[in-house]
DNA sequence: AAGACTGTCAACCGCGGAGAC
DNA sequence: TGTCTCCGCGGTTGACAGTCT
């Protein structure tokens, strides 16, 4: 017996999301939670099956994703955990904070793979091709992150050789996030605590309020939390969205948000 | 200037797991 | 225990942008 479809795909629209479908969306999460993704189009008035809501929410609207390009640091834990976990990016996602799998996945596919490849190892078994032309070119950091990276008294050590990264000239908040990294990576009981603990280590406060029954704890983290985000949006900004989906007190934050942006 | 090629990433598809009945 | 529904995951696709020739 075949799979039901998870939708009626009679009048229901694919595609790139308009900011109107954005704006729906964001304002029905808003205002009910996370809840029952199949029943989320209808109610939010959306011709998309729950499916797609759940995607475009957790992979663009989330209110507690980063934006931008991985930092190398990013990058090297993204290496670190890929060589332990493989292919699993919901479990490499959940390690790092404000990014998600399909942003992970497309940045493995895209960059990381051709860099690995470039450096003589394997992005699959994270094993050097030609283990003499590894040695002598890969970055030593590089080197450890296959399987051996993380391994008693390992540590991940970031040369001023190391990968070319777009972010090179990373703010401080990176080099801040990189240091953050670095010390969790070098730190082994830390280490292999997340890889023993399966729960998520980000958005708990976000997972705590919105896995309960009642719907005002399905509320989301605090509107001045969150509304920034939306006024760094740039492709959707909230002012393409309108402000009509928002109450008072929210127009209030953000008015303030607003101003505190440009001051 | 324009067509071909390449890179990027948002979105879709199909499958498997978990839970309800 | 088997069936059904829903959710989440990983692989893949396709549109668009940028670069090359």
């Not at 989320?40 to 099956?49: D, H, T």
């Not at 990013?74 to 332990?84: G, K, N, P, S, Y």
């Not at 399987?147 to 001023?160: F, G, K, P, R």
């Not at 976000?206 to 492709?235: A, K, M, Y």
Request: glycine share 6%.
């Amino acid at each position: 017996m075949g799979r039901q479809p998870c939708c009626d795909k009679l009048g229901v629209k694919k595609g790139p999301w308009t900011a109107e479908e954005d704006k729906k969306l964001i304002n029905f999460i808003l205002t009910n939670g996370q809840c029952c993704w199949r029943a989320v189009p209808k109610l939010a008035g959306l011709r998309r099956c729950g499916k797609s809501c759940r995607l475009r929410w957790t992979n663009y609207l989330r209110p507690d994703l980063k934006r931008g390009l991985l930092s190398e640091a990013e990058e090297q834990l993204v290496i670190d955990l890929h060589a332990r976990l493989g292919n699993r990016w919901s479990k490499i996602a959940a390690r790092l904070p404000g990014r998600t799998d399909n942003e992970i996945k497309n940045h493995w596919n895209t960059h990381i793979k051709k860099k690995l490849l470039k450096m003589g190892i394997d992005p699959v078994t994270h094993e050097p091709l030609n283990k003499e032309a590894v040695s002598e070119e890969t970055p030593s950091h590089l080197q450890q992150s296959g399987n051996h990276c993380l391994q008693e008294n390992d540590s991940v050590i970031h040369s001023e050789e190391n990968l070319s990264s777009p972010t090179e000239n990373c703010s401080s908040t990176d080099d801040h996030d990189s240091l953050l990294l670095d010390n969790i990576c070098n730190n082994e009981s830390l280490m292999n605590s997340l890889w023993i603990d399966e729960a998520p280590l980000v958005n708990v406060s976000w997972e705590n309020q919105t896995n309960g029954d009642n719907i005002d704890h399905l509320r989301l983290p605090s509107l001045e939390d969150n509304f920034s985000w939306l006024l760094d949006c740039q492709d959707f900004g909230i002012h393409d969205f309108g402000y009509d989906c928002f109450s008072d007190g929210e127009l209030n934050v953000l008015s303030s948000l607003e101003m505190g942006e440009k001051h």
